[in-house]
């Protein structure tokens, strides 16, 4: 079972920030929180993840609270392209760590 | 830089012919590897992984097995399709350490 909690569908405006919600509030001390998306028909694609401190890059950044039971990901200046579904997914880092898929958020940015 | 192939990239199987899957990672040595599969309007479910040739773990009891052959090779197999069998197959792989996963172009099985 995925270990966290998104809303189903969001709207977001083209050109303003995109604001994703995650609760994962039995995350364990060793596991990263990481963000996937995907986009109709396509595989997943790898978003960004962090363990406790918030992390950037080039697609979005990850606000990771202080006592890791949530987490947002922010896509500053969302466009018609990010319309997908986004997972947000908690897992170990180790060998063999596995990536448990939930429901997601559908992401939909309009124009 | 590391690449991960998969294919056919559609297919279409009659209920109870065979079907294989293959998945091959280039660029990298002794990736995790990983087998996932979309049903129509649902979520990913993790089939299989292995850490290492020849070891694989199953998620889910199910009509499908896997083999790794080799280092950068996953083979998704079943003797007999059926109907439920239909979905969505995606190949992934990661270095472990906390690196994120790299997805195939998923596979689309149909079987009529």
């Known amino acids: 079972d995925a270990k966290t909690t998104q809303p189903p569908s969001m709207d977001c405006a083209e050109g303003r920030a995109a604001n994703l919600p995650c609760n994962h509030s039995?995350?364990?001390?060793?596991?990263?929180v990481y963000w996937y998306r995907q986009i109709h028909s396509q595989g997943p694609q790898y978003i960004i993840h962090?363990?406790?401190n918030n992390e950037t890059n080039e697609m979005a950044s990850l606000i990771i609270t202080e006592d890791r039971k949530s987490s947002t990901l922010i896509l500053p200046h969302a466009t018609l392209r990010d319309t997908a579904v986004y997972y947000c997914?908690?897992?170990?880092?180790?060998?063999?760590?596995?990536?448990?898929f939930g429901q997601g958020t559908e992401l939909s940015v309009k124009p | 830089s590391q690449t991960i192939h998969q294919w056919p990239a559609t297919l279409v199987q009659p209920v109870g012919s065979p079907l294989s899957l293959e998945c091959t990672v280039e660029?990298?040595?002794?990736?995790?590897l990983y087998w996932y599969r979309q049903a129509a309007g649902r979520g990913l479910q993790l089939l299989f992984y292995?850490?290492?040739?020849?070891?694989i773990s199953s998620e889910v009891p199910q009509n499908l097995s896997a083999s790794r052959p080799q280092d950068r090779q996953f083979i998704l197999s079943s003797k007999k399709l059926l109907l439920s069998d239909s979905g969505f197959y995606l190949c992934?792989?990661?270095?472990?350490?906390?690196?994120?996963?790299?997805f195939g172009s998923g596979t689309r099985l149909t079987v009529v």
């Open positions: 992934a792989w990661s270095a472990g350490q906390g690196d994120g996963y790299t």
């Open positions: 039995t995350i364990s001390g060793n596991e990263y």
């Open positions: 962090g363990l406790k």
């Open positions: 997914i908690v897992s170990p880092g180790n060998q063999g760590g596995k990536l448990i």
């Open positions: 660029g990298t040595s002794n990736p995790n």
């Open positions: 292995s850490v290492g040739i020849g070891q």
